[in-house]
Protein backbone atom coordinates (compact mmCIF):
# COMPACT_ATOMS: atom_id res chain seq x y z
CA UNK A 1 0.00 0.00 0.00
CA UNK A 2 1.31 4.22 -0.69
CA UNK A 3 0.24 6.61 2.04
CA UNK A 4 0.86 9.90 1.46
CA UNK A 5 2.37 11.87 4.46
CA UNK A 6 2.02 15.46 4.06
CA UNK A 7 3.81 18.27 5.92
CA UNK A 8 1.36 21.22 5.32
CA UNK A 9 4.45 23.55 6.36
CA UNK A 10 7.34 24.65 3.91
CA UNK A 11 9.92 22.98 5.59
CA UNK A 12 12.10 20.67 3.97
CA UNK A 13 14.01 19.14 6.86
CA UNK A 14 10.95 18.56 9.14
CA UNK A 15 8.87 16.91 6.20
CA UNK A 16 12.51 14.19 6.05
CA UNK A 17 12.26 13.88 10.15
CA UNK A 18 8.31 13.20 9.71
CA UNK A 19 8.89 10.73 6.83
CA UNK A 20 11.31 8.56 8.65
CA UNK A 21 9.47 8.60 11.97
CA UNK A 22 6.25 7.04 9.16
CA UNK A 23 8.85 5.02 7.66
CA UNK A 24 10.45 3.67 11.01
CA UNK A 25 6.69 2.10 11.93
CA UNK A 26 5.53 1.30 8.59
CA UNK A 27 4.74 -2.46 7.73
CA UNK A 28 7.11 -4.00 5.21
CA UNK A 29 4.33 -3.71 1.95
CA UNK A 30 3.71 -0.27 3.26
CA UNK A 31 5.17 2.99 1.28
CA UNK A 32 5.28 6.42 3.22
CA UNK A 33 4.91 9.31 0.15
CA UNK A 34 6.53 12.52 2.36
CA UNK A 35 6.08 15.81 0.77
CA UNK A 36 5.83 19.22 1.56
CA UNK A 37 4.13 22.11 -0.69
CA UNK A 38 6.24 24.67 -1.77
CA UNK A 39 4.38 27.80 -1.49
CA UNK A 40 3.30 28.53 2.52
CA UNK A 41 4.51 29.26 5.82
CA UNK A 42 7.68 27.45 6.66
CA UNK A 43 6.04 26.52 9.79
CA UNK A 44 2.05 26.86 11.51
CA UNK A 45 2.35 28.58 14.78
CA UNK A 46 -1.67 29.74 14.90
CA UNK A 47 -4.96 30.19 12.57
CA UNK A 48 -3.10 32.84 10.43
CA UNK A 49 -0.29 30.29 9.44
CA UNK A 50 -2.55 27.63 9.56
CA UNK A 51 -4.69 29.44 7.26
CA UNK A 52 -2.14 29.74 4.72
CA UNK A 53 -1.14 26.35 4.37
CA UNK A 54 -4.65 24.46 3.64
CA UNK A 55 -3.98 25.41 -0.21
CA UNK A 56 -1.08 23.57 -0.89
CA UNK A 57 -1.64 20.99 1.80
CA UNK A 58 -4.85 20.66 -0.74
CA UNK A 59 -2.47 20.74 -3.76
CA UNK A 60 -0.66 17.58 -2.28
CA UNK A 61 -4.08 15.50 -1.44
CA UNK A 62 -4.82 16.40 -4.76
CA UNK A 63 -1.66 14.62 -6.37
CA UNK A 64 -1.92 11.94 -3.97
CA UNK A 65 -5.33 11.43 -4.97
CA UNK A 66 -4.62 11.22 -9.05
CA UNK A 67 -1.45 8.94 -8.08
CA UNK A 68 -4.15 6.32 -6.81
CA UNK A 69 -2.57 6.28 -2.99
CA UNK A 70 -4.54 4.04 -0.41
CA UNK A 71 -4.77 6.83 2.33
CA UNK A 72 -3.51 10.59 2.91
CA UNK A 73 -1.83 11.90 6.36
CA UNK A 74 -2.05 15.55 7.39
CA UNK A 75 1.12 15.80 9.48
CA UNK A 76 0.20 18.96 11.54
CA UNK A 77 -0.79 18.33 14.82
CA UNK A 78 -3.14 21.44 14.66
CA UNK A 79 -4.96 18.92 11.67
CA UNK A 80 -4.84 21.63 9.31
CA UNK A 81 -7.08 21.07 6.48
CA UNK A 82 -8.52 17.84 7.76
CA UNK A 83 -12.50 18.63 6.43
CA UNK A 84 -11.43 20.32 3.13
CA UNK A 85 -9.13 17.55 2.76
CA UNK A 86 -11.62 14.73 3.48
CA UNK A 87 -14.13 16.41 0.80
CA UNK A 88 -11.37 16.27 -1.87
CA UNK A 89 -10.25 12.54 -1.24
CA UNK A 90 -11.99 9.52 -1.92
CA UNK A 91 -8.79 7.70 -0.15
CA UNK A 92 -9.02 8.36 4.10
CA UNK A 93 -7.59 11.68 5.49
CA UNK A 94 -5.95 11.11 8.62
CA UNK A 95 -5.22 13.87 10.84
CA UNK A 96 -2.07 13.08 13.18
CA UNK A 97 -3.81 14.67 16.40
CA UNK A 98 -6.60 13.53 15.67
CA UNK A 99 -5.22 9.69 15.27
CA UNK A 100 -2.86 10.49 18.61
CA UNK A 101 -6.32 11.34 20.90
CA UNK A 102 -7.79 8.63 19.54
CA UNK A 103 -5.15 6.23 20.66
CA UNK A 104 -4.21 7.95 23.78
CA UNK A 105 -7.80 7.76 25.08
CA UNK A 106 -6.96 3.65 24.55
CA UNK A 107 -3.83 3.33 27.33
CA UNK A 108 -5.15 5.60 30.00
CA UNK A 109 -8.21 7.62 31.81
CA UNK A 110 -6.71 10.90 31.03
CA UNK A 111 -4.31 12.13 28.93
CA UNK A 112 -2.54 15.64 28.66
CA UNK A 113 -1.05 17.16 25.47
CA UNK A 114 2.15 19.30 25.34
CA UNK A 115 2.44 21.31 22.12
CA UNK A 116 4.84 23.78 20.94
CA UNK A 117 3.18 27.60 21.74
CA UNK A 118 0.73 28.78 24.01
CA UNK A 119 -1.11 30.04 20.76
CA UNK A 120 -1.60 27.27 19.49
CA UNK A 121 -3.51 25.56 22.52
CA UNK A 122 -7.00 26.81 21.41
CA UNK A 123 -6.75 25.30 18.32
CA UNK A 124 -6.12 21.80 19.58
CA UNK A 125 -8.68 22.45 22.88
CA UNK A 126 -11.33 22.89 19.78
CA UNK A 127 -9.97 20.13 17.76
CA UNK A 128 -11.04 17.64 21.02
CA UNK A 129 -14.74 19.52 21.59
CA UNK A 130 -15.05 18.59 17.42
CA UNK A 131 -13.87 15.14 17.92
CA UNK A 132 -15.79 13.98 21.31
CA UNK A 133 -12.24 13.67 23.28
CA UNK A 134 -12.17 16.72 25.46
CA UNK A 135 -13.04 14.74 28.48
CA UNK A 136 -10.76 12.33 28.08
CA UNK A 137 -7.94 15.42 27.77
CA UNK A 138 -6.61 16.34 31.91
CA UNK A 139 -4.82 19.86 29.76
CA UNK A 140 -3.27 21.13 26.68
CA UNK A 141 -0.19 22.44 28.05
CA UNK A 142 3.02 24.24 25.77
CA UNK A 143 6.26 23.92 26.22
CA UNK A 144 7.36 27.57 25.17
CA UNK A 145 9.07 25.95 22.34
CA UNK A 146 8.86 27.45 18.52
CA UNK A 147 8.15 24.67 15.89
CA UNK A 148 11.50 25.36 14.05
CA UNK A 149 13.61 25.59 17.16
CA UNK A 150 12.63 21.60 18.04
CA UNK A 151 15.50 20.97 15.99
CA UNK A 152 17.88 23.15 17.29
CA UNK A 153 19.86 21.92 19.85
CA UNK A 154 20.86 25.26 21.09
CA UNK A 155 17.31 25.13 22.41
CA UNK A 156 16.90 23.00 25.25
CA UNK A 157 13.37 21.78 23.54
CA UNK A 158 13.65 18.18 24.71
CA UNK A 159 14.43 19.49 28.72
CA UNK A 160 11.62 21.82 28.20
CA UNK A 161 8.98 19.27 26.81
CA UNK A 162 10.32 16.44 29.65
CA UNK A 163 9.04 19.30 31.99
CA UNK A 164 5.73 19.78 30.92
CA UNK A 165 5.26 16.23 30.72
CA UNK A 166 6.54 15.82 34.55
CA UNK A 167 3.70 19.08 35.02
CA UNK A 168 1.21 17.42 33.71
CA UNK A 169 1.92 14.11 35.78
CA UNK A 170 1.87 15.47 38.85
CA UNK A 171 -1.08 18.22 38.78
CA UNK A 172 -3.60 17.03 35.89
CA UNK A 173 -2.92 13.23 36.97
CA UNK A 174 -2.09 12.81 33.17
CA UNK A 175 -1.53 8.81 32.43
CA UNK A 176 -0.54 9.72 29.01
CA UNK A 177 1.08 11.97 27.21
CA UNK A 178 0.22 12.88 23.38
CA UNK A 179 3.38 14.88 21.24
CA UNK A 180 1.43 18.28 20.05
CA UNK A 181 4.20 18.78 17.08
CA UNK A 182 5.09 16.77 14.05
CA UNK A 183 8.42 18.16 14.64
CA UNK A 184 8.42 16.30 18.03
CA UNK A 185 8.28 12.94 16.01
CA UNK A 186 11.35 11.79 16.70
CA UNK A 187 11.45 12.24 21.03
CA UNK A 188 8.24 9.84 21.90
CA UNK A 189 10.37 6.44 22.58
CA UNK A 190 12.90 8.60 24.69
CA UNK A 191 10.48 10.47 26.40
CA UNK A 192 8.39 7.35 27.17
CA UNK A 193 11.06 5.68 28.55
CA UNK A 194 11.87 8.64 30.85
CA UNK A 195 9.42 9.61 32.40
CA UNK A 196 7.77 6.19 32.89
CA UNK A 197 4.42 6.39 30.67
CA UNK A 198 3.20 5.61 27.27
CA UNK A 199 4.32 9.06 25.26
CA UNK A 200 2.25 9.31 22.01
CA UNK A 201 3.66 10.59 18.63
CA UNK A 202 0.98 11.44 15.91
CA UNK A 203 2.76 10.82 12.93
CA UNK A 204 3.33 6.97 14.06
CA UNK A 205 -0.26 6.76 15.02
CA UNK A 206 -1.51 8.11 12.12
CA UNK A 207 0.61 5.43 10.12
CA UNK A 208 -0.75 1.94 11.66
CA UNK A 209 -4.25 3.49 11.14
CA UNK A 210 -3.93 4.24 7.83
CA UNK A 211 -3.20 1.38 7.47
CA UNK A 212 -5.81 -0.33 9.07
CA UNK A 213 -7.90 1.02 7.42
CA UNK A 214 -6.37 0.50 3.93
CA UNK A 215 -5.85 -3.27 4.72
CA UNK A 216 -10.03 -2.80 5.59
CA UNK A 217 -10.44 -1.23 2.10
CA UNK A 218 -12.51 1.68 3.94
CA UNK A 219 -12.86 5.06 2.64
CA UNK A 220 -14.34 8.29 3.53
CA UNK A 221 -17.77 8.33 3.43
CA UNK A 222 -18.77 11.14 0.57
CA UNK A 223 -22.63 11.33 1.38
CA UNK A 224 -23.43 15.32 3.35
CA UNK A 225 -20.60 16.08 5.36
CA UNK A 226 -17.66 15.01 3.14
CA UNK A 227 -19.38 15.05 -0.53
CA UNK A 228 -17.24 15.77 -3.27
CA UNK A 229 -17.15 19.94 -3.53
CA UNK A 230 -20.10 21.44 -5.93
CA UNK A 231 -18.86 22.05 -9.57
CA UNK A 232 -18.28 25.92 -9.64
CA UNK A 233 -16.63 28.66 -10.44
CA UNK A 234 -13.11 30.07 -8.64
CA UNK A 235 -11.93 33.01 -9.61
CA UNK A 236 -8.37 34.86 -9.97
CA UNK A 237 -5.23 32.72 -8.63
CA UNK A 238 -7.55 29.87 -6.77
CA UNK A 239 -9.15 29.28 -10.21
CA UNK A 240 -6.77 25.94 -10.12
CA UNK A 241 -8.31 24.74 -7.11
CA UNK A 242 -11.92 24.94 -8.65
CA UNK A 243 -13.84 21.97 -8.62
CA UNK A 244 -15.27 20.00 -11.81
C1 LIG B 1 2.88 21.06 13.51
N1 LIG B 1 2.89 23.35 13.47
O1 LIG B 1 2.69 19.89 13.85
C2 LIG B 1 2.25 22.25 14.18
C3 LIG B 1 2.39 22.20 15.65
C4 LIG B 1 2.05 23.51 16.30
O2 LIG B 1 4.33 23.55 11.66
N2 LIG B 1 3.63 21.50 12.50
C5 LIG B 1 3.68 22.86 12.48
O3 LIG B 1 2.90 23.98 17.03
O4 LIG B 1 0.96 24.02 16.10
Redesign the pocket.
Known sequence: MRILVV???T?AA?TEKIGRAARAVAASGTEIIAVNPPDG??????YY??AF?VPGLLAEIAKGEASGVSAHII????D?GLEAARSLASAPVIG??EAAFHLASMLGHRFAVV???S??IA??ETNLLKYGLASRCAKVRACEV???ALDDPASNASAQISAEIERAKREDNAEVIVL?????ADLAARLSEQHSLPVID?VASAVKLAEALGALGLKTSKIRAYAAPLPKTYLGSQAPFEPR
Open positions: NPNTMPVSIEGDESACFDTIGTTLRSAIPVLGCAGMG
